[in-house]
T-cell receptor, first 111, second 116 residues
């Protein structure tokens, strides 16, 4: 049973470009969470989605960030007009309702 | 509201010595508690979780943790450290219901160093 998959693993964007991060949950999991880890810090919750629904986006920045989890396909975290401060590791986790299992993360570098 | 405090951002032990990583939590609702381990440039791996069953929880790689409600603690221990245990360890708390309560709130992490 494949674990949580994220791609790309590393992403470099220039300031002002868009970043798209993908997350495929474990088979049978319908809950997806996105977290951000800034250098030398713990993980901070961003958004929680179930299929086609955003359940909790209390950790998402108000502008430039959006997330979706369509009926078919992976969950997408989208960052528009990236800035240097967006450089971080972005992790998604999936759950069937008990315990969250994390992907390997996408490391975003904004130059 | 929930929060987690991990005492000691860096802990160093000798190989074969006891590992003790401290975690205290604050929660206005009955909590679920978790320990995760992160190796360099990798994702988080679930070590163990407390979900209101037994207060002493055994996890992978010989780790265990005890939930103590009176002390609001969930410290992680391992009797004998191995070099491969060197990593960053995160304690996390969530609510026990689904929905918005299920998001994880993490501590700032403890970096474990194991020396010969």
């Amino acid at each position: 049973n494949a674990g949580v998959m994220q791609n790309p693993r590393h992403l470099v964007r220039r300031r002002g470009q868009e970043a798209r991060l993908r997350c495929s949950p474990m088979k049978g999991h319908s809950h997806v969470y996105w977290y951000r880890q800034l250098p030398e810090e713990g993980l901070k919750f961003m958004v929680y989605l179930q299929k086609e629904n955003i359940i909790d986006e209390s950790g998402m920045p108000k502008e430039r960030f959006s997330a979706e989890f369509p009926k078919e396909g992976p969950s997408i975290l989208r960052i528009q007009q990236v800035v240097r401060g967006d450089s971080a590791a972005y992790f998604c986790a999936s759950s069937s309702g008990s315990g969250q299992y994390f992907g390997p993360g996408t490391r975003l570098t904004v130059t | 509201a929930q929060s987690v405090t991990q005492l000691g951002s860096h802990v160093s032990v000798s190989e074969g010595a006891l590992v003790l990583l401290r975690c205290n939590y604050s929660s206005s609702v009955p909590p679920y508690l978790f320990w995760y381990v992160q190796y360099p440039n990798q994702g988080l791996q679930l070590l163990l979780k407390y979900t209101s069953a037994a207060t002493l929880v055994k996890g992978i790689n010989g780790f265990e943790a005890e939930f103590k409600k009176s002390e609001t603690s969930f410290h992680l221990t391992k009797p004998s450290a191995h070099m491969s245990d060197a990593a960053e360890y995160f304690c996390a708390v969530s609510g026990t219901t689904t929905g918005t309560a299920s998001k994880l709130t993490f501590g700032t992490g403890t970096r474990l160093q194991v020396t010969l």
